[in-house]
């Protein structure tokens, strides 16, 4: 069945970078495009970034310039860097495909 396993979340303080993985299984990783989405506290999910099954990759305006999604397709693994955080950035960060999400994985931007 589909999995899709979020890791890298914690807590760094404002300015810093993390770096989120997302290890999918269950389907043809290499054939689609792959999302990552986020939920702050008392918000609704939103999308963050995507990338397709050729690398183009498209951003929210608030992570552009921050953040960098990357994919791996031999190691079914989407990456998301995340450069100089804010406080905002706060939130449950999602793995997606289709109408898949994988567990999340809690980062936490504060000093």
Do not use: H
């Amino acid at each position: 069945q589909v999995q899709l396993v979020e890791s890298g979340g914690g807590l760094v303080q404002p300015g810093g970078s993390l770096r989120l993985s997302c290890v999918a299984s269950g389907f043809t990783f290499s054939s689609y495009t792959m999302k990552w989405y986020r939920q702050a506290p008392g918000k609704e999910r939103e999308w963050v970034a995507d990338i397709t099954s050729s690398g183009n990759t498209g951003y929210a305006d608030s992570v552009k310039g921050r953040f960098t999604i990357s994919r791996d397709n031999a190691r079914n693994t989407m990456t998301l860097q995340m450069n100089s955080l804010k406080p905002e950035d706060t939130a449950v960060y999602y793995c997606v495909w289709a109408a898949y999400w994988g567990q999340g994985t809690q980062v936490t931007v504060s000093s």
